[in-house]
C-alpha cells in the first residue's frame, strides 16, 4: 500500500475551497481532526474532517472518500436547520435521514456527484460492524442504520426485529420524499422521528456506541472486494440512481485527474519546505484557525487601490517635456507634457516578524498590518520571504511563514494566524538560525519588525555586520504605542549596526511604510 502522500496543509486547503462552493457559504471553516469523526456545527458553520489516514482503502480511495464527505457535509450546511448529536437514538436517526434529504436536495445541482456517492457508499456499508458486535437494543438502530442506507444488513437479526426494521425503513424515506416533494426542512423531519422509534420499539433517548469500523483502518479493499460490495450497493440503489456502471465507479476518472494535480503540487510544496538551507527554522502544521479573523479587507483594498499603478506596471507621469502634449495642464499652469514611466520592482525582501510577549496585547491587529502587507506584495509580484519568531515550551523558535518560491495563499495566511506572541527578543539567535537561509537566497533586503531591545545587543550588532557581509541590506523597523516611544525604539536601533531604521506608532502604517521602502530601492 502506498503511503499517505497528501498532507493536511493541502487537505485543508482543497476541502476549504470545495466546501465554501459547494455550499455557498465563504465564511465556511475546516478542521481536520484525529480525534471525533466527520461532523458539522452549523452555528459556526464549521466542518471537522476525519483525516486520510484514519480511513479504509489506498490513498486515492481515501482522497475520493475524504472528497465525498466534504460534499455531504457542504449539503448540511447549504440544506440542514440542526444537527443533533449522534449519542442518542433519536439524534441519531434524524441525522440519518437528513443525510438523505440533503442528498437528494444536492444531487440535482451537483449531478457528476453520482459515482462519487455510490463509491462512498461501498466504504461506509464496508465500515459498519457485524450486527452481532452490537449489543442490545442499539443493534436494532444500527440494523435500520445499514438498511435505511444500503439496502443490506450485515449479518443476522430476528426476524421479528426485521419485520420493525423494514417497516421503520419504508416510513422513513416517505418521510424524507414528501419532505423534498413539499419543500419541507430539518424541523418537519424532526416531527415525524417519533413515530419511526414507535415502530422501532426503542427508547428515544437509547444510547448509541460509536461504531467500530469492520475493517481496521488503512486496509485496501482488493478491487474484487471492492466489486462485490458495489454490485450490492448498485442493485440496491438503482431505484435512485438509476443504471450504475461499477467498472467506472472503480477508477473514479474524473476524481483522478484532480487528485494527480492536487499529489504534484503536494510534492512541490514539500521540495519548498524545510531543506538543509533551512535547518533550525520550522514550518507551523495548519491547526483549527480561522484566517480570516486577521483580514482587514478595507486596509487591503485600499492599499491595492493604492498602488494599483505599479500592478500595470506605468505611471502617467506630467514634466516640462515629453510623449504628449496635455493643453489641460498647460492652461491650468502645470507640466505641459506627460509621458509613462515604468514602474516595478524587482527588489527581493526578507521579512522577520517579532512574536515576543510584549506584542500579546497588540497581536490581531500586528497581523492584520502583516497580512496586508502579504497581500500587496503579492499583488505586486514582489519576490519576498515572512518569517517571525516566538517562544514555545520554553524553546525560541523561528518560523517560516512564506517562503520565496511560495505563493501567498490561505495556507501561509493560517501559519501567520496561529503564531502566538510569546517570549523574549533573541534577535541575535534568530540570525543565527537565518544565516545560512539568507546566505543561500541573498536577498536585497532583510527587515526586522520588532518592537523591543534584543536580549543581547553586542551579538546582534556582530550577526548585522555578518548579514551585511553578504551584500544584503539590513533594515529594522521599530513599532512603538505613540511616535515618541516608536521613535526612541528606532534610534535605539540604529546603534545595532542597521542600514536603515524606520518607526511606526500605528500598525496599520506598516505596509505603506515598507512598500515606500521598496521604492526607494528601485
Known amino acids: 500500500m502506498q503511503s499517505i502522500q497528501l498532507q493536511n496543509d493541502s487537505l485543508v486547503e482543497i476541502s476549504t475551497f470545495l466546501i465554501r462552493r459547494w455550499s455557498e457559504k465563504e465564511d465556511a471553516v475546516i478542521e481536520i481532526s484525529n480525534n471525533i469523526e466527520t461532523k458539522t456545527r452549523l452555528k459556526e458553520r464549521k466542518v471537522i474532517l476525519t483525516p486520510l489516514e484514519k480511513r479504509i482503502g489506498n490513498d486515492f480511495q481515501k482522497y475520493r472518500q475524504f472528497r465525498t464527505s466534504s460534499w455531504y457535509e457542504a449539503m448540511k450546511i447549504k440544506y440542514s436547520e440542526k444537527i443533533l448529536s449522534d449519542d442518542h437514538a433519536f439524534g441519531f436517526i434524524l441525522n440519518v435521514m437528513e443525510t438523505q434529504r440533503v442528498e437528494q436536495l444536492g444531487r440535482k445541482i451537483w449531478k457528476g456527484m453520482d459515482e462519487e456517492i455510490i463509491f462512498n457508499y461501498s466504504y461506509m456499508l464496508v465500515s459498519r460492524p457485524q450486527l452481532h458486535t452490537v449489543y442490545g437494543k442499539a443493534r436494532i438502530v444500527e440494523a435500520f442504520y445499514q438498511y435505511f442506507m444500503f439496502g443490506a444488513i450485515k449479518g443476522e437479526i430476528q426476524p421479528s426485529h426485521f419485520e420493525k426494521i423494514k417497516k421503520a425503513s419504508i416510513f422513513a424515506k416517505k418521510i424524507v420524499n ?19 422509534i414507535k415502530i422501532l420499539e426503542i427508547d428515544s433517548l437509547l444510547t448509541i456506541p460509536i461504531s467500530v469500523a469492520f475493517m481496521k483502518a488503512g486496509m485496501a479493499l482488493s478491487e474484487e472486494e471492492l466489486r462485490k460490495v458495489l454490485k450490492i450497493i ?52 495548519t491547526k483549527n484557525i480561522d484566517e480570516k479573523v486577521i483580514y482587514d479587507i478595507s486596509l487591503i483594498n485600499g492599499l491595492k ?45 526578507v521579512i522577520l516578524l517579532d512574536h515576543s510577549s510584549s506584542i500579546s496585547s497588540d497581536a490581531i491587529e500586528y497581523k492584520k498590518a502583516t497580512i496586508a502587507l502579504c497581500e500587496v506584495l503579492a499583488f505586486l509580484k514582489v519576490k519576498f520571504a515572512v518569517y517571525a519568531f516566538s517562544t514555545e515550551n520554553r524553546s525560541m523558535i523561528c518560523w517560516s511563514i512564506k517562503e520565496e518560491n511560495v505563493k501567498w495563499n490561505k495556507t501561509t495566511a493560517k501559519r501567520l494566524a496561529q503564531i502566538v506572541a510569546n517570549g523574549a527578543t533573541p534577535l541575535a539567535e534568530i540570525y543565527d538560525k537565518m544565516f545560512s537561509t539568507l546566505q543561500a537566497k541573498q536577498p536585497d533586503i532583510f527587515l526586522t519588525l520588532t518592537d523591543g531591545e534584543p536580549s543581547d545587543s553586542d551579538a546582534v550588532r556582530k550577526r548585522t555586520k555578518s548579514l551585511k557581509g553578504l551584500g544584503i541590506t539590513m533594515v529594522a523597523l521599530g513599532l512603538g504605542p505613540n511616535t515618541v516611544r516608536a521613535t526612541t525604539i528606532a534610534n535605539n536601533l540604529k546603534h545595532l549596526g542597521y542600514d536603515k531604521t524606520m518607526a511606526v506608532s500605528r500598525l496599520k502604517d506598516i505596509p505603506n511604510k515598507v512598500i515606500n521602502l521598496l521604492d526607494t530601492q528601485r
Request: charged residues 35%; proline residues 3%.
Open 178 to 196: 414528501e419532505s423534498i416533494e413539499n419543500n419541507q426542512k430539518t424541523s418537519w423531519i424532526e416531527k415525524n422521528i417519533t413515530q419511526i
Open 234 to 285: 448498485a442493485k440496491n440503489k438503482e431505484g435512485d440512481f438509476g443504471s450504475i456502471d461499477p467498472s467506472s465507479i472503480v477508477k473514479g476518472e474524473d476524481v483522478y485527474d484532480e487528485y494527480k494535480v492536487l499529489i504534484d503540487e503536494n510534492k512541490k510544496n514539500e521540495n519548498k519546505g524545510i531543506s538543509s538551507e533551512t535547518v533550525g527554522i520550522q514550518i507551523p502544521s
Open 305 to 349: 487601490m493604492k498602488f494599483k499603478e505599479w500592478k500595470t506596471g506605468w505611471k502617467e507621469q506630467h514634466l516640462r517635456s515629453g510623449d504628449e502634449f496635455d493643453d489641460e495642464n498647460y492652461i491650468e499652469g502645470n507640466e505641459p507634457f506627460f509621458t509613462d514611466i515604468k514602474k516595478s520592482i524587482k527588489t527581493k525582501i
